[in-house]
């Protein structure tokens, strides 16, 4: 049989150091990232200790993977195929998964968590090694090898997996309380954001209006750039402050040093 893809192994990365926390930070993180996938109905999601897994019956695989590598608090994740933690089927998984029509260099790394699984991390290796080696033209590469194909068995499943993508690292957004950011509608403010949120902090956006001094198309522009770095967050609201009055009132009754601040 053919296998494809049908997991996403999530690692959390720097939510091991927290300590206490731990599970506060895992959970959030649980919580963000169901929210950032809240369009894909059918996938089903799953938090362990050390690792988050999404079912993704028939949805995109890589859409949920372009929404997932802006989820503050991923380390990593890697699409995966979930096969029963028996040999045979580890090994079919393995070669089934790859397209063996162009020679390639490979290495297979297995990690078992379950110490009753029968056959040791290097069994698996040269056993599943055997199967492609004899029914490809492609060769064993230890050190740089093209293709990496991992594989984890635990005591419920085994998972097999021939990529890794760089998560955006950081705490998961909420951790970290919440702040207000004076969005211009420069770059600086949107960057602002970006790094606030990576160290785990809500943000919601203010925004001084003051027409006709400020045109409607400065307006736009913050909205925009809210809307980019919402991405990261799931949503930001954004406070729009009419301010002509008030800024007229500052250029009449204060000194003129006191105008832009």
Request: proline content about 4%.
């Amino acid at each position: 049989m053919a296998y494809r893809y049908n997991h996403i192994l999530i690692r959390y990365g720097e939510l091991s150091l927290k300590g206490k926390n731990r599970n506060n930070f895992i959970k959030a993180l649980y919580d963000n990232v169901r929210k950032a996938l809240k369009a894909f109905p059918t996938l089903e999601f799953e938090k362990q200790h050390d690792r988050m897994y999404i079912y993704l019956h028939d949805e995109d695989s890589k859409q949920v993977s372009d929404i997932l590598a802006k989820v503050f608090g991923i380390s990593s994740f890697s699409l995966a195929i979930k096969v029963e933690p028996d040999l045979d089927q580890i090994i079919d998984a393995c070669y089934e998964s790859l397209d063996l029509t162009t020679p390639k260099t490979f290495k297979v790394a297995a990690r078992r968590s379950d110490k009753l699984f029968p056959y040791i991390s290097d069994e698996i290796n040269r056993k599943v090694a055997t199967k492609i080696l004899k029914n490809s033209d492609w060769k064993v590469d230890v050190h740089n090898p093209d293709v990496k194909i991992v594989v984890e068995v635990h005591q419920d499943a085994a998972y097999i997996m021939t990529d890794r993508v760089q998560g955006a690292g950081g705490y998961p957004v909420g951790v970290g309380g919440k702040a207000m950011v004076l969005l211009s509608g420069g770059i600086d403010s949107p960057v602002a954001c970006y790094l606030m949120m990576k160290r785990g902090v809500h943000i919601e956006c203010i925004h001084y209006a003051s027409p006709p001094y400020t045109s409607q198309n400065a307006q736009e522009k913050v909205m925009e750039l809210a809307r980019l770095v919402s991405g990261y967050q799931g949503d930001v609201l954004v406070h729009v402050v009419p301010f002509t009055d008030l800024q007229l009132a500052i250029y009449q009754n204060a000194d003129e040093s006191y105008a832009i601040t």
